[in-house]
């Protein structure tokens, strides 16, 4: 009886992967980006940021872009933009470079980034989001149309697909320049996170919530003073950890990061990852 229940369990198996055309990979580690325009990709890509992109670095495409040859849904090799089709570079792009630099060979890191400039938080509140658009300015409603009018659903929706593939290990945050002030901010983020969790079925104890620092006070950011309210949102998550922006050199604005700045922040979200995870970055 027990050899006949096994050799049943082992076709079962068998069906089920012929179906789905694939398992999911517990070594392919999954990370949910969102936010605003420093999240999105405000700087210019250079050569240098089109080159040598690990085939183990891979990114979900969020929407359809045909100028690039990717479709939404799908995993491609994260060679930029890793946002939207017309997107710059990201914190996430060289995060990602870093954690396949820094993780054994099996691993392979996968990312998902929805963001849309100039947007507040409330904007992936899945509850109040369709409040908060009504008065937006008609470029963000364009930008905002490219995910079908709902952000958040479509982080969820692209989330849950990836799922199928492999493990959800962590989130990444760049949001709070359109929030600068906001004293409720880290409250409105955890119902974010909150929701997350409870959608796509996540432990908050094993998802991490990384977020990162606006332009600092060195660079004289216009948005600096909002940092003093991001230090505190461990104070609302248990499992946040804050990236600092100190030293990532910025553009003319003030407001956003230049590509050297991307590349720099990137790789303190993957070193505040990688301790996360238990690894340590190469020096």
């Not at 359809?64 to 710059?88: E, M, Q, S």
């Not at 950011?221 to 309210?229: E, L, P």
Request: with cysteine.
């Amino acid at each position: 009886m027990g050899k006949i229940f096994t050799t049943a369990t082992l076709l079962l198996t068998f069906l089920l992967l012929s179906l789905t055309g694939s398992a999911q990979d517990k070594n392919f580690y999954i990370f949910l980006c969102f936010g605003q325009s420093n999240m999105e990709g405000n700087a210019k890509i250079e050569p240098q940021d089109t080159i040598n992109v690990n085939s183990r670095f891979q990114v979900m495409e969020a929407v359809d872009c045909p100028a690039i040859n990717r479709t939404k849904g799908n995993w491609y090799t994260a060679v930029p933009p890793l946002c939207r089709c017309r997107t710059g570079l990201t914190p996430a792009d060289y995060f990602g470079r870093e954690l396949v630099a820094n993780l054994p060979e099996k691993v392979r890191v996968g990312v998902i980034n929805v963001a849309v400039g100039g947007c507040k938080i409330e904007l992936f509140d899945k509850d109040h989001y369709e409040a908060y658009t009504v008065d937006v300015p008609g470029w963000m409603k364009n930008m905002i149309k490219e995910y079908d009018g709902n952000p958040y659903g479509r982080l969820v929706e692209m989330a849950k697909l990836a799922q199928k593939d492999g493990v959800i290990k962590g989130i990444l945050l760049h949001q709070g320049e359109s929030n600068t002030g906001d004293t409720l901010w880290t409250k409105k983020v955890k119902v974010v996170y909150d929701n997350l969790m409870h959608d796509l079925n996540l432990k908050p104890k094993k998802v991490p919530l990384l977020a990162g620092e606006t332009v600092n006070a060195d660079q004289e950011g216009k948005c600096a003073s909002m940092n003093k309210i991001i230090a505190t949102l461990p104070q609302a998550i248990k499992n946040a950890h804050v990236i600092s922006s100190a030293g990532c050199t910025d553009s003319a604005d003030n407001l956003h990061f230049n590509a050297a700045g991307y590349r720099e922040l990137g790789k303190r979200y993957a070193a505040t990852m990688l301790n996360l995870l238990g690894h340590k970055m190469a020096q």
